[in-house]
């Protein structure tokens, strides 16, 4: 199983990024995926979780009307929609596959003027 993230960066307050999570080594599209985001002196948060058939949660409220989860399963990709970005939104976010608990290597997102 390999998770791999790309799309982080430095973004100015109010700014957007598209996280991408590739994946490989297992059945994608019958995997539930989330992403989950640990800000620096803080536990890791559950961001958002899609179901196979694209069914999706927003489960931190922080963020709620402001970031879209998305899958392609046929790129075998999931992504994170990240709007209107705020400092607050700052942290290493990391893909995870539910089934069997796998994590990728996490992509660093900045949000700062």
């Known amino acids: 199983v390999q998770l791999v993230e790309s799309g982080g960066g430095l973004v100015q307050p109010g700014g957007s990024l598209r996280l991408s999570c590739a994946a490989s080594?297992?059945?994608?599209?019958?995997?539930?995926m989330s992403w989950y985001r640990q800000a620096p002196g803080k536990e890791r948060e559950l961001v958002a979780t899609?179901?196979?058939?694209?069914?999706?949660?927003i489960s931190a409220d922080s963020v709620k009307g402001r970031f879209l989860i998305s899958r392609d399963n046929a790129k075998k990709t999931v992504y994170l929609q990240m709007n209107s970005l705020k400092p607050e939104d700052t942290a290493v976010y990391y893909c995870?596959?539910?089934?069997?608990?796998?994590w990728g290597q996490g992509t660093q997102v900045t949000v700062s003027s």
């Open positions: 995870y596959r539910n089934r069997g608990g796998y």
């Open positions: 080594g297992f059945t994608f599209s019958s995997s539930i």
């Open positions: 899609i179901t196979p058939a694209g069914s999706s949660t």
